[in-house]
């Protein structure tokens, strides 16, 4: 009798501990959210009358279900990554209906494919979700979660939460050099262009502070002109295509200047800026050095460097992802977005500034119980 009652004790104090462990963990996982373009978009314009969408075949090959999730990647992209870092379940698109209840208190991922720093940027996708509106939803999610835990708590889940943002290349791609004499640049030079992308980038940033985001992490551009998309449209010879380049080597420092003068003025180190263009130039210049055979072809496309058009079900589609660095025109595989966030969690200070994600988090990390 008395080996029975302890048995049950034991058990009992196995499972309190398992309990206790399990609301620990659920606690820790602090909240994500997610702002941005197609590189960040985990299924939103799945919602939307636009054809930038990624919700066809064969997008979402090796992802679970083998079926198209509305990302722009054969699996995981760049916020799935994270979210496996911070313990936490991939975040829900904020137009799914599914988002409610304790679903909200994981984050939400607002970012829209197409859209840019600037409102007039992918004006050709028409119904998308540029940036003033993804900072509307935004502000309609903190309304409904305060409904869910209360005014208080929902300030304190957005302050300790982390937030992405990734929004630039398509000002480039898909506004100044989307057609020759583009609007965009009778009305600026490349240089005076870049300086006026940084400077709304910095309105949008402040606009995150004001909403209440405290951790923010800033990815800048990949190097433009090297994407198969532009190989294909500018590059005879396979050489990365110049101005794009040059581009990209005009906004990133720019970006990382912008970022640490923020971070001066607010007294605290609010945004990190990732070095996405020199992360991909690794990939570009040594894909063997990641197991990659080809940094130029995509896996699915069509056309020379499979740089033209969509990825559809008619499309060239390599048989295996991982050897490629790049899964459609513009987008990279899973295996390169799971390098990159292994760079932005750890990598040094030729790829992170003012430190890599894993400082940041580590800096406000508290024991709970």
Known sequence: MASSLA??????????????VSKTQVEAARAFFVFGDSLVDNGNNNYLATTARADSPPYGIDSPSRRPTGRFSNGKNIPDFISEALGSEPLLPYLSPELNGDRLLVGANFASAGIGILNDTGIQFINIIRMFR?????????????????????????????????????????????????????QFSLPDY????????????????????????????????????????????????AELQR????????????????????????????????????FI?????????????????QGPYN????????SNLCPNRDLYAFWD??????????????????GSTNYMSP???????????????
């Not at 104090?13 to 206790?20: G, P, Q």
């Not at 513009?330 to 390098?339: G, L, Q, V, Y």
């Not at 430190?355 to 119980?369: F, G, K, V, Y």
């Open 307 to 314: 740089g033209l058009g969509l990825c559809t079900i008619a």
């Open 134 to 186: 993804q900072f509307e939803y935004f502000q309609e999610y903190q309304g409904r979660l305060a409904n869910l835990v209360g005014t208080t708590e929902a300030q304190r889940i957005v302050s300790e939460a982390l937030v992405l943002i990734t929004v630039g290349g398509n000002d480039f791609v898909n506004n100044y050099f989307l057609v020759p004499f583009s609007a965009r640049s009778r």
């Open 247 to 282: 581009a990209a080597g005009l906004f990133n420092p720019q970006l990382v200047q912008m970022i640490n003068g923020l971070n001066s003025d607010l007294g605290a180190n609010v945004f990190i800026a990732a070095n996405t263009q020199q992360q991909t130039n690794d």
């Open 194 to 241: 870049v300086r006026y992308l940084i400077s709304e980038y910095r309105k949008l940033l402040m606009r995150l502070y004001e909403l209440g985001a405290r951790k923010v992490l800033v990815t800048g551009t990949g190097p433009l002109g090297c994407v198969p998309a532009e190989l294909a449209m500018r590059s005879p010879n396979g050489q990365c295509a």
């Open 329 to 346: 025109p513009f987008h990279p595989s899973e295996k390169a977005n799971r390098i990159i966030v292994n760079m932005i969690l750890r």
């Open 7 to 20: 048995l049950v004790s034991w058990l009992v104090l196995v499972l309190t501990l398992a309990m206790a």
């Open 285 to 301: 210049s040594n894909p063997g050095a990641f197991g990659f055979t080809t940094s130029k072809i995509a896996c699915c496309g």
């Open 355 to 369: 430190m890599n994600l894993s400082s940041l988090l580590a800096l406000d990390t508290i024991p709970r119980i």
